[in-house]
């Protein structure tokens, strides 16, 4: 079976900082492009960044340029989110998926097939 779970939210300060996992099971994740979505309530899913299987190229969202860094660890088929400077704006329903890119990767989420995606783990940013 494949999965995808999500984990490393919670509640933090403005300006403070989480790192999201997303790790997989019962598939090589380095072998398939990752990306981070959010959806706030209320508002539609928000591309935040992914990062390539072919060379570990990364893209951001403009609202998290300068602040988040996506990152894999192989060993561990996980792919992380680091967030800094966290705003209240960037509280949402963080959701990780993947799929095979050939090259690059894509903040479009109907590039990835749906079975391929996590549940999503809730951050909340105080003021």
């Known amino acids: 079976q494949l999965l995808l779970v999500e984990s490393g939210g919670g509640l933090v300060q403005s300006g403070g900082s989480l790192r999201l996992s997303c790790k997989a099971s019962?598939?090589?994740?380095?072998?398939?492009?990752v990306g981070w979505w959010r959806q706030a309530p209320g508002k539609e899913r928000e591309g935040v960044s992914c990062i390539s299987s072919s060379d570990d190229s990364t893209y951001y969202g403009d609202s998290v340029k300068g602040r988040f860094t996506i990152s894999r660890d192989n060993a561990a088929n996980t792919v992380y989110l680091q967030m800094n400077s966290l705003k209240p704006e960037d509280a949402a329903m963080y959701f990780c998926?993947?799929?095979?890119?050939?090259?690059?990767?894509?903040?479009?989420?109907?590039?990835?097939?749906?079975?391929?995606w996590g549940r999503g783990t809730l951050v909340i940013v105080s003021e």
């Open positions: 019962g598939f090589r994740l380095d072998y398939y492009a």
């Open positions: 998926a993947a799929e095979q890119i050939p090259t690059g990767c894509s903040l479009n989420e109907y590039d990835y097939d749906m079975n391929r």
